[in-house]
């Protein structure tokens, strides 16, 4: 059966709008693949292919085309039904976080954003898309192409008049306490990097219950292979090897923030109507 016959009359469009391929795996998976089984459209747009990204091959055009068609599988897993690529230059990461010096000459954070955001925009006017994600304004951990995420995300959906926006981000709190059980097994793991990072619990406004999705979550991340192999301390990989009932636990919500909302706001599906302040 064609999927458009099994879409119910009230199904909507959401555009997942990530920097990297497996973004989407660690921040919005579970969502998107809650949207699809709910009838929804799911759009998965990504900026860069990510070819800077660390990875067992070295940096460049070859990684930047394994890394779109681990998307790809990705994007299956969870039941997408359309895949872009803005196609900018990965930024890259400085050695010690923040911009790095010898970025390509299309990195995204390069790019005329302006110019970005009405590509986006294009494609949510296309997609009639009801609903936007994008980052945090610190673009969670602070890589420069989340911030830009934030700031090209959030003009796009001013441009196409998308009536909702939501910052995906992670429950610092919880993260925390998740990642110093994690560390008791795996002690390289550097905790402190997530002591600034993400949104504090107060200002989340959307705690999405992902739990029956954690397989096809699972999936999303284990299709990502040059960011999940080798012995080392790659947040994904160490991710995929934290055991099942630990990981429900840790993967079991996906988090948001909506501008705009009276504080102490808590919805727990991305099209629940907020409550009038
Ligand atoms: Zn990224």
Redesign the pocket.
Known sequence: MPASTRRPSTARTAVFFH??PD?EALLTAGTMAMLAAEGHRVVLVVATSGERGQADIAPGEALGETRIAELYKSAAALGCARVVNLGYGDSGLAPGGGVAEDRPADAFIDADGEEAARRLAAILTEEGADLLTIYDPAGGYG?P??VQVNRVGGRAAQLAGTPIVLEATVNRDPLLRGLRLVRRFYPQLDVRAFERAYSPAEEITHRVNVRRFARQKRASMAAHATQATGADTRTLGVMLKIPQPLYRLVFGTEWYVQRGLPSGTRLRHPFEVPPKA
Do not use: G, K, M, R
Request: aromatic residues 0%; negative net charge.
């Open positions: 920097a990297h973004d890589h192409d989340h």
